[in-house]
């Protein structure tokens, strides 16, 4: 999350949901109070982005901006928003006030925020710049050692390409200071480009680690929110995710239960994950969400606005 202090105070993505109570403790600490937050900004639709919208929106009535396109899929509580349903990620619901169009502008008082489509990641994802500080905002399109994982199934096999598209177009931007959705402060901007840029024309190819990148990104995801998976869940578990399914039948061409095996084997070897008692463990630092929370496991389909 970015909180942007200027005239009209604007919180760009809000985290995942069940962390909302300290998303709003940090603004304050921050100097500014929920009820003064002037818009909230999602660069894209994952939980992980949007998590905190549903609790600022309903209790503060904070108008949330978004990519047009998946405005749409929100406002229409299509089952297929946010990928919630396929990736198994609860998301409570909300609705985006104001559409954004590649271009647009969002005034912070002092500054103004330039709106650039950058679709990749998913295909309204936007990145935010602020010219005259020179200042990139680019959600998970890269991050400082990293990119963001490409969902095949829900956002296009061309999702690679688009990736590289919106990287040229930002490499042409004068960027002093960028931040990503995830890590630290990228400390040189078109360095980071360049090397996210590698990494996708490595993947076009090799296509199978599109895919390998993915599970385990989302896999580790989901050993962080249930705070682990006991063995005896593991198969169960995964043989009822989307995700799954796709990746195992038409990535990977195996029956989903070879697939369980081969993707423990790899989050293993890869040291995503670890054994604990018979528990898989994510390896990543975090807090686990309250039961009571995750319990709730609430979806699109389920939206009444």
């Known amino acids: 999350m970015i909180l942007i202090k200027d005239e009209h105070a604007i919180l760009i993505d809000t ?31 994952h939980s992980d982005h949007v998590g905190g919208n549903f609790h600022l929106q309903k209790n503060y009535g904070v108008p949330i901006a978004a990519h047009k396109w998946e405005a749409d899929l ?22 985006v006030d104001r559409k954004l169009a590649d271009n647009d502008e969002i005034n912070t008082g002092i500054r103004t925020l330039k709106v650039l489509h950058t ?3 998913t295909l309204g994802h936007i990145s935010l710049y602020e010219p005259e500080e020179e200042i990139l905002i680019c959600g998970d399109l890269f991050h400082q050692n990293d ?42 901007p078109q360095a980071a480009i360049k090397v996210a ?20 990104r989302i896999f580790s995801f989901t050993l962080i929110i249930k705070n682990g998976l006991a063995k005896e869940e593991i198969n169960s578990y995964l043989l009822n995710c989307g995700w799954f399914q796709d990746y195992a039948r038409y990535s990977f061409q195996l029956q989903p239960v070879e697939f ?38 609430i979806k699109p389909k389920e939206w009444i606005i």
Request: charge should be negative; hydrophobic fraction near 35%.
């Open 15 to 45: 985290g995942f949901g069940s962390e909302v109570k300290d998303t709003e403790k940090l603004i304050k600490e921050a100097g500014v109070s929920p009820e003064e937050l002037h818009l909230i900004v999602n660069t894209h639709y």
């Open 74 to 95: 929100i406002n229409f509580c299509d089952p297929e928003a946010c990928s919630a349903e396929w990736l198994d990620q609860p998301v409570e619901p909300y609705r």
């Open 119 to 121: 679709p990749g990641h």
């Open 147 to 188: 990119i963001g994982w490409l969902n095949i199934f829900r956002e296009g096999v061309t999702s690679i390409q688009r990736s590289l598209e919106s990287l040229e177009r930002l490499s042409k931007l004068r960027i002093k200071q960028a931040y990503s959705g995830h890590g630290p402060q990228i400390e040189n």
């Open 197 to 216: 840029r590698k990494r996708f024309e490595k993947w076009l190819r090799m296509p199978e680690k599109v895919s390998w990148h993915a599970c385990k």
């Open 260 to 297: 369980i095996q081969i993707l423990l084997d790899e989050m293993i070897r890869s040291g995503a994950a670890i054994w604990h008692d018979d528990r898989l463990i994510a390896t990543a630092s975090y807090r686990a969400p309250e039961k009571e929370w995750m319990d709730k496991n």
